[in-house]
Every structure is written in C-alpha cells, then in structure tokens.
Nanobody, 129 residues
C-alpha cells in the first residue's frame, strides 16, 4: 500500500487547512490510520488516529478541539481537518496506516511511529503571518 499525503501549504494563524491521505496499490481495509508531524530538530510526534470503522478517534492534547480526522473508506482516503492553526503547528505532516485495533486502543501503541507499517511522503504545513 502506498500512501499519498497532500493539502499542506502556508496559512495565517487562526486559519484552516485540510490534509488528505489517499491509498494506492491497495486499500486501508482493516487498518487504523494516523497522522504524525515533525518539526525541524524535533522527533516525529503523534497528532491523531482513527479506527478502520471510523467509530473511534484519538487526538494529541495539542490537537484536541481544533483538529478532526474524518475518513472516507469508499474513497480510501483519510483527512486531517485543522482549524485555529497556530505557528507551533508548523511541521511536515505524515499519514500512516497499518496499526491493529488493539494497538490503536493503547496510548503508547497509537503514539509510536513503529506501530504503523505504511507511511506517506509528508506534506509541509507552515503557519505564519
């Protein structure tokens, strides 16, 4: 499965962006999917995750209340809707898939990049005035 992340760009503080993660060469079928981000000089950090069914979602504290992670299984696409963006949200955003349901239910599991088998190439988000 190849993942293609898109939708990044330059946005002013308080603005919104919607990132997309599309699967090709396979499907997301049965996989939990997540978004991570990595700012320069920092480790890759967990942002949000969603179960295959879409019925269970998780958010990092920094994203809670501002980001949502809808998914379209028919279209094999997972999104990250980001609102009220802040300069500290500036990073390369990566989508990842392949974690099991049991891993998703564990805070340590879903937050660990190694829990995900498939990764997209990343899309740059810059929040600046």
């Amino acid at each position: 499965v190849q993942l293609q992340a898109s939708g990044g760009g330059l946005v002013q503080p308080g603005g919104s962006l919607r990132l997309s993660c599309a699967a090709s060469g396979g499907t997301f079928s049965g996989y939990a999917t997540a978004w991570f981000r990595q700012a320069p000089g920092r480790e890759r950090e967990f942002v949000s995750a969603i179960s295959w069914s879409g019925g269970t979602t998780f958010y990092a504290r920094s994203a809670q209340g501002r980001f949502t992670i809808p998914r379209d299984n028919a279209g094999d696409t997972v999104y990250l809707q980001m609102n009220k963006l802040k300069p500290e949200d500036t990073a390369v955003y990566y989508c990842a898939a392949g974690a099991s349901q049991s891993t998703l239910l564990s805070l340590r599991g879903r937050s660990a990049p190694r829990s995900y088998y498939y990764w997209g190439q990343g899309t740059q988000v810059t929040v600046s005035s």
